[in-house]
């Protein structure tokens, strides 16, 4: 435990990370490697919760022939998928899991209730949250957000393909330069996207760090626990 640098974490999965570079679905063996990782985790005594996107089976946003309300509902059950997935995974792994959703499906999931959440994580179970905050317009980045501040987690892992905030994008640009730390009024003023604009006000107001790193590297999530210099750290003060 001495060497935890977080005790409750919220970790950001999107659907592109479960699919592994397939134009769509899940990758499996990926899955279970990301999980395998996420149970080492488990077991050096972090609370872990979990929001997954959507992406790897839709994208409503970029659907401009449908009501955007009705796309948004597809992609939050897009996202139930793969926490349902994610859930096998654990099980495979022999490692507690629960997954619950913001819209009741009661036949394969739990509805979202905060105190039972916070008590799955105090019983050691690690908790996915399925159908982003359960209302369209709101991305799965403000679910993370939103249930980082609920469950009182000490930061948000979001988990991408590059390893932390460069000053611009490094797979165009060669002279990009990633950031270690960022404050949150910095992030805005430089206009750098880490998450959406409605989550980053949560993070903000509620003082919750984000930390940006590459989850290609599976390893990773074990190293960030620790607090190892992998990615870049957004806060309210550095």
């Keep these: 435990m001495g060497e935890l640098k977080y005790k409750r974490i919220l970790l950001k999965l999107s659907g592109e990370a479960l699919a592994n570079g397939k134009p769509m679905g899940i990758d499996f063996p990926n899955l279970l490697e990301i999980c395998s990782r996420i149970k080492v985790c488990k077991e050096m005594g972090v609370d872990i919760a979990i929001v997954v996107g959507g992406g790897n089976y839709w994208r409503g946003r970029s659907n401009q022939y449908m009501d955007r309300t009705r796309a948004d509902h597809i992609g ?22 629960r997954v619950q959703t913001a819209i009741e499906m009661r036949q394969i999931a739990e509805p979202y209730i905060r105190n039972k959440a916070v008590r799955h994580l105090e019983k050691e179970r690690i908790v996915i949250f399925g159908c982003g905050t359960g209302n369209p317009f709101f991305s799965t980045d403000t679910a993370a957000a939103l249930r980082a501040a609920e469950i009182n987690a000490d930061v948000i892992f979001k988990a991408t393909n590059v ?14 330069r990633r950031y270690e730390t960022l404050t949150f009024d910095e992030m805005f003023a430089k206009d750098l996207h880490v998450l959406d604009g409605a989550a980053t006000a949560i993070c903000r107001d509620n003082n ?22 992998i990615g870049t750290l957004v806060a309210k003060e550095i």
């Design 76 to 97: 939050m059950l897009a996202t139930t998928m793969n926490a349902l997935a994610i859930l096998d995974a654990f099980s495979q792994l022999d490692v507690p899991a």
């Design 163 to 176: 390893d932390g905030v460069y000053t611009d994008d490094p797979r165009k640009n060669n002279s990009a």
């Design 208 to 229: 919750i760090p984000i930390y940006v790193f590459d989850m290609t590297d599976h390893d990773n999530i074990i190293r960030a626990v620790k607090g190892e210099n």
